[in-house]
């Protein structure tokens, strides 16, 4: 159901319900919420603008809250043995489930690389050395050597399926933790698909998230042409890469949200959940007491070491 704007501010939306006809404030960038008194669902129409488009596609959630709530719990449960106590036995508290706001970005990379490629060849060394009773022996040892050459060329390949979040509340570099999204399962968007939910509209600009793909897509260029390198080995690679036939497009993906705390003096730590394939992110804090017992115990260990050393050569 789609709700007419009443009045707007810079940092908020009133809008009318229409099933009951109660007035509900939002915040500006949602895209959609759930009338408290008759309990249905609206989703907010906004012209589009160019820099907050209409979303061209949206996958739906798979994971359920329950589903999204074991996983949060088993993260903090598992590994993180250097996170506080309190940390590892805390609740994580739900949030909510988003509907987050990314971009889609595909581009034509046309990139020109210089490298040293390294040739392995082996050597066989003759050295001296002396046997048990003292007597100098002559021995020879096979060795690997690398000899390097320069290379230079061209490289095109086509970039599909780069995802970034065009939210504020969630970084680019959280947002990645969660990936990967199977983009088989995207639909074009409809209002119908989102309501019930909380979705968000972007609130980075177009163009900051354009830099945001642009970067991940330098990244993985690099990490293509390393791979596209022959030879043993490489080395002082360089490449300049120009981009064509860009295009970006305005997604709805599906997130859980849970937020720890753990200490009354500490803020909460953000967990997310991808609400299509249940993969779970999140930093957990470190414990200052578990990092000094650490440190403690690997200096006695090499204490424990060097003192046996020393024993066993006065023996």
């Not at 590994?79 to 987050?100: E, H, V």
């Not at 000899?147 to 680019?172: C, F, P, W």
């Not at 945001?212 to 260029?221: N, P």
């Amino acid at each position: 159901m789609v709700s007419n704007t009443l009045q707007s501010t810079k940092e908020q939306v009133e809008i009318s319900c229409k099933s009951c006809g109660s007035k509900l404030l939002l915040s500006a960038h949602q895209l959609s919420t759930v009338c408290p008194y008759c309990g249905s669902p609206s989703v907010i129409s906004r012209p589009p603008s160019e820099d907050i488009p209409s979303p061209t596609f949206v996958i739906g959630f798979q994971i359920d809250r329950e589903r999204a709530s074991e996983l949060a719990r088993a993260w903090l449960r598992r590994g993180n043995w250097l996170a506080p106590t309190s940390f590892k036995k805390a609740l994580p508290n739900l949030i909510q489930g988003i509907y987050l706001p990314v971009y889609l970005y595909g581009t034509t990379a046309h990139s020109r690389y210089f490298a040293k490629i390294g040739e392995n060849y082996t050597e066989t060394e003759t050295y001296t050395t002396r046997d048990a009773n003292g007597k100098t022996v002559t021995r020879t040892r096979t060795v690997t050597k690398t000899e390097y050459r320069s290379l230079q060329g061209q490289h095109a390949t086509y970039v599909m399926d780069v995802i970034v979040s065009a939210s504020k509340g969630v970084s680019n570099a959280k947002f990645q933790e969660i990936e990967p999204y199977d983009l088989r399962a995207i639909r074009r968007f409809q209002p119908s698909m989102i309501a019930g939910w909380t979705a968000e509209e972007p609130s980075r600009s177009q163009a900051e998230c354009f830099g945001l793909a642009r970067q991940e897509t330098h990244e993985l260029i690099q990490r293509k042409l390393r791979e596209f390198m022959p030879g043993d080995s490489h080395r002082d690679l360089q490449f300049d890469t120009q981009f064509s036939r860009e295009f970006i497009d305005f997604a709805l993906l599906p997130v859980w949200c849970f937020a720890v705390r753990y200490s009354e003096d500490k803020p909460p730590i953000q967990i997310l959940v991808n609400g299509q394939t249940g993969r779970v992110a999140g930093k957990a804090p470190v414990s200052a007491a578990k990092i000094g017992s650490l440190v403690v115990g690997v200096l006695i260990f090499f204490v424990v070491i060097a003192l046996f050393a020393v024993l066993m050569g006065q023996g």
